[in-house]
């Protein structure tokens, strides 16, 4: 379903904001209607944006399930690549007109959103919009959680849960250059195709039952060292099974359910298992700023060159954003589903 542009009262009277993909709050439609334009603080960059990218937290924002921080913007969208349209005062080092990628805490369904600008990176001349806007939330997500929270080193096992999404792509390049051998789970013979493809070692069917059999077949009876866990209560005890003595265990999502019933919590005291709960969006923007610098060091040349490249599934015009959420709700997707802004 095409969305068009909703008029109001104001825009009849000639006072245009920015237009803005927004909710209905009684239907939790999405219709594309007049947003407050965005603002540039003295140290922050107005960018012109050319696409954003879907993520499941903008469907759990539209339901109501998931508000964005306090004092951040309501508009769905924690990512975007654009143009530089405004540097603020105390800016260095950026000019308007340069092209610019970077993580959100809100406000990408937008022809315009602010940034601090230490928060911004240069796209590469050989990256498109499109391709740029597929990157900040998946690639910063996985190194979040694979190194800075995991300490994923060379050698290492790592078993990642929804291995096809658009965090799970990123988490499989992004294991593979620092050299560990990768175990995936997805739900198709085409999406664990594409994650070998990618470069993962092994690859198992989640539907087929408990995995942690074949996990520890894999891993001659050791277990993995490091699960990144998108799925929560569903998989629990077939992650217990899976990780190795003084394993890390990452919880980034609950797909599979967030309550879990008879816990045997001697398995941590036995394996000695480190168990971490991880959000990005809700983190203080030091902590995204300091994130940002890290990734950006550890694989920018490595995008440049195409070592790490963004997963697309499929592009969308953003007034087809209806149709695109459609499709991560019904999980149809392989990577990243993105929207280009005109």
Known sequence: MMLYLRYDKSTEKGVFGMKAVLIDEITKDLYIGQATDSVCGENELLVRVKATSLNRADLLQREGKYPPPKGESTILGLEMAGIVEQVGEQVTGWEIGERVFA???????????????????????NISYTDAAAIPEAFLTAYLNLVTLGDLKEKEYVLIHAGA??????????????????????????????????????????????????VMEITNNQGVDLILDFIGASFWQYNVNSISIDGRWVLIGTLGGNKVSDVNIGAFLAKR???????????????????????SQFALDKIKVGTIRPVIDKVYNWTDVEEAHN????????????????
């Open 165 to 214: 999404s658009g965090v799970g792509t990123a988490a499989i390049q992004l294991a593979k250059e620092i050299g560990a051998a990768v175990i995936v789970t997805a739900g198709s013979k085409e999406k664990l195709d594409y994650c070998l493809s990618l470069g993962a070692d092994f690859a198992i069917n989640y539907k087929d039952g408990d995995f942690s059999d074949k």
């Open 327 to 342: 499709r991560m709700k019904e999980n149809r997707n392989i990577g990243k589903l993105v929207l280009e802004i005109d």
């Open 103 to 125: 993580l959100l805490p809100g406000g990408g369904y937008a022809e315009k959103v602010v940034i601090p600008s230490k928060m911004a990176m240069r796209i590469p001349n």
């Open 273 to 295: 298992i480190k168990y971490m709960g991880s959000t990005l969006r809700t983190r203080t923007p030091e902590f995204k700023i300091e994130l940002t610098e890290a990734f």
